[in-house]
């Protein structure tokens, strides 16, 4: 189960607090927000894991098609910032 609660949003940004598990049936609530906020309103889309306990390999791939400059992750755990180091090819993490 994942569920990511909004945090604050202004003209420039958003930003979510995200709880749970990222696999494959979860990961279309992250691609949601992706579609809404980047794509559609052209908002930088700030990622708060600190609640995030695994990430899938379908995730990760599927990160690396954003563009970094409008994706920012914080407050991951080590495990979490690990594997976004190790697979993902742009640098979200703050």
């Known amino acids: 189960m994942l569920k990511a609660t909004k945090i604050e949003e202004n003209e420039q940004?958003?930003?979510f607090r995200v709880e749970g598990i990222i696999n494959n049936s979860s990961s279309g609530c992250i691609e949601d927000i992706w579609n809404e906020y980047i794509n559609n309103k052209r908002k930088k889309v700030f990622l708060?894991?600190?609640g995030v306990s695994f990430i899938s390999d379908n995730f990760l791939n599927t990160i690396n098609k954003i563009n970094k400059e409008k994706l920012v992750i914080t407050n991951?755990?080590?495990f979490i910032r690990e594997l976004l180091e190790i697979k993902s090819n742009q640098d979200f993490l703050k």
């Open 48 to 50: 708060d894991f600190s």
């Open 76 to 78: 991951c755990s080590p």
């Open 13 to 15: 940004y958003v930003s």
